[in-house]
Each structure stands twice: as structure tokens, then as C-alpha cells.
T-cell receptor
Framework: DAGITQSPRHKVTETGTPVTLRCHQT?????MYWYRQDPGHGLRLIHY???????DKGEVSDGYSVSRSKTEDFLLTLESATSSQTSVYFC????????????FGQGTRLTVV | AQSVTQLDSQVPVFEEAPVELRCNYS??????LFWYVQYPNQGLQLLLK??????LVKSINGFEAEFNKSQTSFHLRKPSVHISDTAEYFC???????????FGKGTMLLVSP
């Protein structure tokens, strides 16, 4: 398995509170991604990074921010969590070269109550 | 913009029967295509991929997919399924020149005895 660790694996939080999810990789891959998975929607890209401090928005970026201060860490922050952000969040990594596949972490199940 | 359509949200099948999971994509440029599998409460694992060359690609566990450029399809097939193949399957596309994967909504394969 690719060396990707997501933390926490499960979290319950209250509406309006800030939440940060962490993705840590040991593969030294350039690209890192955050996806959310919801029934009937598949996986949708939130944000991605193509290098330290280089990030871009995905399809469903509203309400989320990211940071990448080190190659190995990619943080996803929900500034003020809402119930619509209840989801399973997956981090993925890929190497330089746009044809290569992405490797996925085990996911973080976030519930906003 | 790239998009992926998985025509069936759920495919029930009996053990040892053949199965086809359908995937169509929309893209105006050269593409790279992937099938991922997700077992319950796990992350996504790459099943197979098409980058170039032979249009028929195979996985180590008996699945195969054929890239059909004229029909913009990348259907996944297996001649004889096992109970252990029960999982959700995602088709994904990456345009050449892009670093992000776009996923379909997934197809749940349900194999019963």
C-alpha cells in the first residue's frame, strides 16, 4: 500500500466549528488531492496541490481551504462546518506525469451535527 | 471539461455469471482511463488502467476493460464473478495535460450465491 495516512479516521463535530483533516504521505509524490465521497455523487475533487504552497480549487471547493507547507502534508480545513459537509473525505497522491494513477488513503468519516 | 458517466448505479449478478460495468466519458483530447474498486469501509484501489497501446487491458484478478475511442467507452468485464468481487467500482478519466482525475458516480456490483 502507498504510504498515505489520514487523520483522524472518524470525527463528529458541531455545526459552526472549524475542522482540520490531515493527510500525510511518505512517498514524496508531488501531487496531493482531497476528494469527498457521497452516495449518488461518487468522488468529487475539493482541492489539490501540485507542490509546496501550490494549490488549486476543484469542483466543490466552497467552504473548504487547504494548505501544504511540506511535501508530505496536505491539510483540509472546514472553516465553519455545516451539515452538508458530512461526508467521507479521501486524500490521494500521484507522482509527476499526468498519466499516472492516484493512490488513495483510507478515508476520514466526518459527521457534522 | 472532462466527465464520466457510469450508466448503472447497481448491478446484481449471480456467482460465476459474466458481468459488464459500463463507463462512458466525455473529453475533447487524449485521455487516460482508470477503473478503481472500493471494498466496504476502505479506500479506492486501482484495478486497471489504459494509458496507450493495446486497447484491451487486464487486471490480475480476471477483470478486463476495452478502450473504444469512437464510442468514448471503457467498459469493465469479467467472464465469471466471485462473491469476493462484491464492491463498488469507479471509472475515472484524466485528460492529457491535466493533473486531476474525474470520477463517475460508481457502480455497486452485488454478487450473490
Amino acid at each position: 500500500d502507498a504510504g498515505i495516512t489520514q487523520s483522524p479516521r472518524h470525527k463528529v463535530t458541531e455545526t459552526g466549528t472549524p475542522v482540520t483533516l490531515r493527510c500525510h504521505q511518505t512517498e514524496n509524490h508531488r501531487y496531493m488531492y482531497w476528494y469527498r465521497q457521497d452516495p449518488g455523487h461518487g468522488l468529487r475533487l475539493i482541492h489539490y496541490s501540485y507542490g509546496v504552497k501550490d494549490t488549486d480549487k476543484g469542483e466543490v471547493s466552497d467552504g473548504y481551504s487547504v494548505s501544504r507547507s511540506k511535501t508530505e502534508d496536505f491539510l483540509l480545513t472546514l472553516e465553519s462546518a455545516t451539515s452538508s459537509q458530512t461526508s467521507v473525505y479521501f486524500c490521494a497522491i500521484s507522482e509527476i506525469g499526468v498519466h499516472t494513477e492516484a493512490f488513495f488513503g483510507q478515508g476520514t468519516r466526518l459527521t457534522v451535527v | 471539461a472532462q466527465s464520466v458517466t457510469q450508466l448503472d448505479s447497481q448491478v446484481p449478478v449471480f456467482e460465476e455469471a459474466p458481468v459488464e460495468l459500463r463507463c462512458n466519458y466525455s473529453s475533447s483530447v487524449s485521455v487516460y482511463l482508470f477503473w478503481y474498486v472500493q471494498y466496504p469501509n476502505q479506500g479506492l484501489q486501482l484495478l486497471l488502467k489504459y494509458l496507450s497501446g493495446s486497447t484491451l487491458v487486464k487486471s490480475i484478478n480476471g477483470f478486463e476493460a476495452e478502450f473504444n475511442k469512437s464510442q468514448t467507452s471503457f467498459h469493465l468485464r469479467k467472464p465469471s464473478v466471485h462473491i469476493s468481487d462484491t464492491a463498488e467500482y469507479f471509472c475515472a478519466v484524466r485528460d492529457s495535460g491535466y493533473s486531476t482525475l474525474t470520477f463517475g458516480k460508481g457502480t455497486m456490483l452485488l454478487v450473490s450465491p
